[in-house]
């Protein structure tokens, strides 16, 4: 599979690129995403530069760094079109072209010479082939891990294919002890961490909500009664039990790693 080919053309992204209104959802989706992974960072906690795996249009990556005023900054992607959006938006933020395996072929030097101090990792582990010798790459060049790992082991995900065929590029699903095995085989120690869904933040939920009825609008009848009785009752399910929401819909798990590499 070529896969910048499919994140330069992924819908989603495409979107962003071309639609105010996405670009919108977009922010308002990593705007939770980084107020969960700052909620990780004890206090007293010191860095000097940040790299984010996967970044996209590096708007988490930049938010990430303002809020924990770091100068020295580099978001890697596989998608030329998105690096190209990414520089547009944040022209003083160093951004490459490629994978984490290209990054450290072209700058060998700066890997051996200097470990990053914190490595981001977004919604970016379940788009990679080999999970577990990318997350042991990524420990040879970090000294802490900022990760966000959809939890989609759910019942609405039951019969989605996980595969380079999926719409999003995900190639796997994964549950709490899946994701904490998938660290810890890899040489990392999770210094803190939790699990929390997007459905429970009321920006998040509003924007959810706000689409969700755009796409029960566009259905026929018969299957506009049908989508709003269940989101009726995924919505009386939000107020009953986290925990079993999580099942429903799925959740994500949050962790600062450190590397156990001296």
């Known amino acids: 599979m070529d896969f910048e080919l499919f994140y ?7 979107a962003f690129r071309n639609d105010a209104g996405r670009r919108e959802d977009y922010s308002i989706t990593v705007d939770w995403k980084v107020r969960k992974l700052i909620q990780l960072i004890p206090e007293g906690f010191k860095v000097d530069n940040i790299l984010e795996v996967g970044c996209a249009f590096g708007v988490l990556l930049n938010n990430i760094a303002d809020r924990l005023h770091l100068k020295n900054r580099l978001g890697i992607d596989i998608s030329g079109n ?23 072929k072209v700058i060998p030097g700066e890997i051996q010479n200097r470990r990053y101090d914190l490595v981001v990792l977004s919604d970016i582990v379940e788009h990679i082939p080999d999970d577990l010798e990318f997350m042991k790459m990524v420990q040879n060049i970090s000294l802490y891990v900022l990760i966000n790992l959809p939890l989609e082991k759910s019942f609405n995900t039951r019969n989605r294919l996980y595969s380079e065929q999926d719409p999003s590029g995900h190639l796997r699903c994964y549950d709490e002890e899946d994701a904490r095995r998938l660290v810890i085989n890899a040489g990392f120690e999770v210094i ?3 699990t929390a869904i997007g459905f429970f933040d009321k920006s998040f939920y ?5 689409n969700r009825s755009i796409r029960v609008r566009l259905k026929p009848l018969p299957q506009r009664l049908f989508w709003s009785v269940f989101y009726f009752a995924e919505d009386r399910l ?25």
């Open 206 to 210: 509003e924007m959810y909500t706000k």
């Open 238 to 262: 939000k107020l009953i039990n986290e925990g079993l929401t999580s099942k429903i819909i799925g959740t994500n798990f949050f962790a600062l790693l450190k590397s156990n590499i001296n």
């Open 82 to 104: 998105n690096i190209k959006a990414a520089k547009s938006l944040y022209p003083e933020c160093k951004f490459f072209h490629g994978t984490l395996e290209d990054f450290i």
């Open 192 to 194: 803190s961490s939790f």
């Open 8 to 14: 330069d053309k992924q819908p989603d992204y495409v």
